[in-house]
């Protein structure tokens, strides 16, 4: 499926074995389904208290991740019970409101006219000289992370491009307070000579006013995060006032900024200014998505959310590089690298948003509740994948979440509304209760084949006269695709040529209430994602503007599809990816997810139902809407929301209805049985969620904050619980240190000398060895180019590089990233930075 490599990174590997699953070896008892028997999962409003109960024996796991003055500030009795999980998977970053986005900068509200400072492209790009980021690195994460100024964490494979693009803009982790305060004074007395503003925009004092009232902005800072964000945004705070701007503190938590900022209109004018945090989402090779999510308005991450209702950010010029660099429209590996790099620029010189540092997070277990360590994303900490490996004693896995507030979710469970499953617990819960067409590996990052196994795909492009990549092959006749305005899958006749084509064999399966998971209701989703994509008609309301955002450059990509007679599937689409063939294939896979980016998937009634309450109203009277804060969403756990779509689901039943994206392909009968068998899931499991997962969610306690998820062990469910701990057993690369003066006088006549320290470790176990062979290489960032100098073997784990003097004494007094890369032949390569200071005088 499409959806599910939105979010993904690969390198082409061919992942063996995985036609027949239920043949892996194994040890102990084989079952259908992961290991683990049961899941109870529960919440906590102090991550202390989290991480005590799991020390304790109390909970297995705190499925959360910490920052290290937290973890470091457990007594070492407590410390020794924890196995801790360490990875550089959370970001933070800052994203400002810049209505208007163009002179003379002034909002009205009300009655009232305001002027924005950020506003002004000049005045956002100085934030990154004004903010140190090392300093936020030292002092408030206690060293455990590091300065970020891209939306690629410094490290990982495939970021050092983008991270150069950083480094040549010239912006530092220590940034220059001087320069972002004379670069913003700047930039308002430019302003203050506009004809509009002219008198009205002055300083007075050390303030800048307008209209006579002091220019003040709205910063909201996440109280929630009293160890982390609180202080970073209490630090940015003083440092903007420095320039003359006053700063109103708003501490919320998550639910009310997420609501103000991802929900609302940034028209209403409520904030200027957040302290953003991300979860990594994934362990990436490639990053062109995430571009085009964290600066790309089509993408819906982007001040509005391209909500209709609200005022939204615009860039062109962004939207078409990323669009262009996300769907395959280029030729070569060059080409792709242009695109990404350059949509980056524009999003680094537009500084709506703006990245701040990454931290090294630790997830904690009980180390005598496990047989073996768990899989785990390299990149993104505990997953799915940590949940389907997990061996405990007793196959029971007892999980504790971290929220301040002590809500379990803060999004609703819609499946196909864009902003749903938004919130990491919702997504931690629906995840092992789904299956996907493929995946990413969590430490390799390779594309590995789940509910659908791809062929060699095929790929013929070149360039029209025009100058746009077309594709070469062309796409048969009898091949079908869904229409959205005649409601019918229709042939698509002659003349069709696509980029490429790939041909899948899907498994067997079925859903949680025992339907069947199979062909027609992978093709029901492909007909979903067609029907709310594209707007038929003036009134059609099976069409969502939000959802076409996040879904036309991918459906668009979709030339057809051939049904075979031995039960395979062939897709036609336009979608070329040089580095690799598996993800050229994972674009056309079938599948079930409808909302870009969340490996979620339910069964095609479910889906449907909440379609209809959308559409067509619901027996509540309650307004639906798959857009979030323009009507309620549909929510498969909010019992007012799961009355009404039990009662679509009655009324479906009673009429006979029968989607027009599936009619093609089930009875009559079979529809009925299908509602029959999610009304009766409904009324025992008190949710909406029937997913296809390891998993299913047995019950959830809103009240108390619970949920408990079964194993789910129907002998058609394709893998068994040996399967995936040995499949996803690999070797990884680590590098242990860098030994490099942190501070080099331009004066200095001695080269300067880089010991790395390397070792293998095998994955998920985390068993290390100093490095027997290998190749380390040591890259220094500057703004005109980037030095290679390789290192060489001195002994077991030991690696020596000397970076010339000459080089060091060309370069002006700064800090500069000197990024470490070391590779082993059949292991996961590994990255790292570290800075160093070139400094005048002796």
């Known amino acids: 499926m499409r959806n599910s490599v939105i979010i993904i990174s690969l390198v082409v590997i061919i992942f063996s074995g995985c036609d027949n699953p ?112 090392k300093y936020i690195v030292d002092e408030i994460l206690g060293g455990t992370g590091g300065a970020m100024m891209t ?57 800048w006013s307008f209209d006579n009232e002091p220019i003040q902005i709205r910063f909201l800072i996440r109280v929630d995060d009293p160890e982390g964000r609180l202080k970073e945004g209490d630090h940015i705070a003083q440092l903007i006032e420095k320039t003359g701007i006053k700063v109103e503190r708003l501490y919320w938590d998550r639910s009310r900024c997420g609501e103000a900022v991802y929900g609302g209109n940034p028209g209403s004018y409520e904030w200027n200014l957040y302290t953003e945090g991300w979860g990594a989402g994934a362990t990436r090779a490639y990053w062109e998505h995430i571009v085009a999510q964290m600066y790309g308005p089509w993408y819906g991450s982007m001040p509005g959310g391209q909500n209709p209702d609200n005022w939204n950010y615009q860039n062109p010029r962004i939207d078409a590089l990323t669009e262009k660099a996300f769907s395959g429209n280029y030729l070569t590996e060059e080409e792709y690298w242009d695109l990404a790099l350059r949509a980056l620029e524009l999003g680094l010189e537009d500084a709506v948003r703006i990245y701040v540092c990454y931290q090294k997070q630790f997830y904690a277990a009980n180390k005598a509740r496990f047989k073996n360590r768990m899989a785990y994303g390299l990149g993104d900490g505990l997953n799915k994948w940590s949940l389907v490996t997990a061996h405990t004693t007793d196959k029971i896995l007892r999980i504790t979440g971290f929220s301040a507030k002590g809500s379990l979710f803060m999004s609703a469970w819609d499946p196909a509304g864009t902003d749903g499953f938004s919130d990491l617990y919702s997504l931690m819960c629906a995840d092992p209760a789904s299956d996907t067409s493929m995946f990413e590996h969590p430490a390799t990052a390779e594309m590995v084949p789940l509910l659908v196994i791809p062929g060699e795909p095929e790929t013929k492009v070149s360039r029209n006269s025009e100058g746009d990549v077309v594709g070469g092959i062309t796409v ?60 038929d008609e003036a009134d059609d309301r099976f069409y969502d503007e939000s959802f076409e955002s996040q879904h036309k450059p991918t459906q668009k990509t979709i030339k057809g599809y051939v049904l075979n007679p031995d039960e ?107 509602y029959d068998a999610a009304i009766t899931w409904i009324d025992e499991h008190g949710h909406g969620f029937i997913g296809c997962g390891p998993f299913f969610i047995d019950t959830y306690d809103a009240g108390s904050n619970y949920m408990k998820l079964t194993a789910f062990r129907d002998p058609g469910y394709p893998f068994t619980s040996d399967y995936w701990p040995n499949q996803l057993k690999t070797t990884t690369v680590r590098i242990d240190s860098v030994d490099m003066p942190f501070r080099v006088s331009q004066s200095s006549d001695k080269d300067v000398k880089v010991t790395i320290y390397v070792s293998t470790v095998l994955y998920p176990e985390g068993l290390a060895t100093p490095a027997e062979k290998g190749k380390v290489e040591c890259i220094l960032l500057t703004p005109l180019k980037q030095i290679s100098f390789e290192a060489k073997k001195d002994g077991p784990g030991k690696f020596n590089a000397v970076l010339p003097i000459s080089e060091i004494q060309e370069l002006p007094p700064n800090t500069y990233s000197v990024l470490v890369n070391a590779e082993i032949e059949g292991a996961i390569p590994n990255g790292t930075s570290v800075s160093i200071v070139v400094y005048e005088g002796g």
């Open 476 to 535: 048969p006749e009898n091949a079908i695709k869904y229409n959205s305005k005649t409601n019918a899958w229709e042939k698509v006749g002659p003349g069709k040529q696509a980029m490429s084509t790939c041909t899948y064999t899907l498994r067997p399966g079925k859903f949680h209430h025992g339907r069947p998971l199979d062909l027609a209701a992978m093709m029901y989703c492909e007909a979903f994602r067609e029907e709310w994509t594209y707007k």
């Open 151 to 207: 939306m690629a964490t410094p490290g990982q494979p495939g970021t050092y491009k983008y991270n150069l693009i950083a480094s040549k803009m010239g912006l530092t982790p220590e940034g220059n307070e001087e320069k972002g305060i004379i670069d913003i004074t700047k930039a308002l007395e430019k302003a203050a000579g506009l004809p509009e503003l002219a008198g009205r925009l002055k300083k007075e004092g050390s303030w």
């Open 568 to 674: 395979t599937v062939t897709t036609y689409f336009d979608y070329n990816f040089p580095p690799s063939k598996l993800r050229v294939a994972a674009w056309g896979a079938p599948g079930l997810e409808l909302i870009p980016g969340r490996p979620v998937t339910v069964s095609w009634e479910i889906s449907e139902a909440c379609a209809l309450l959308v559409a067509q109203g619901s027996a509540s009277g309650e307004e639906y809407s798959f857009t979030r804060g323009k009507a309620k969403e549909p929510d498969l756990m909010n019992p007012a929301s799961l009355g009404d779509i039990r009662a679509k689901l009655m009324e479906m039943r009673e009429t006979g209805y029968v989607p027009p994206g599936i009619k093609d392909f089930i009875t009559t009968g079979e529809a009925l049985l299908s």
């Open 22 to 133: 239920k043949t892996q070896p194994g040890s102990g008892e084989v079952k259908p389904g992961p290991i683990a028997d049961t899941i109870y999962v529960n919440v906590k409003m102090k991550q202390e208290i989290g991480l005590k109960d799991v020390a304790e024996g109390k909970s297995d796991i705190f499925f959360y991740g910490v920052d290290g003055p937290v973890i470091m500030g457990l007594d070492k009795k407590t410390q020794s019970k924890l196995d801790i999980y360490s990875v550089p998977s959370g970001t933070w970053s800052l994203l400002l409101n810049p209505i208007p986005n163009k002179a003379p900068y002034i909002v009205k509200t009300g009655e009232k006219e305001v002027f924005n400072p950020f506003a002004l492209r000049e005045v956002r790009f100085a934030l990154n000289y004004l903010i140190n980021r």
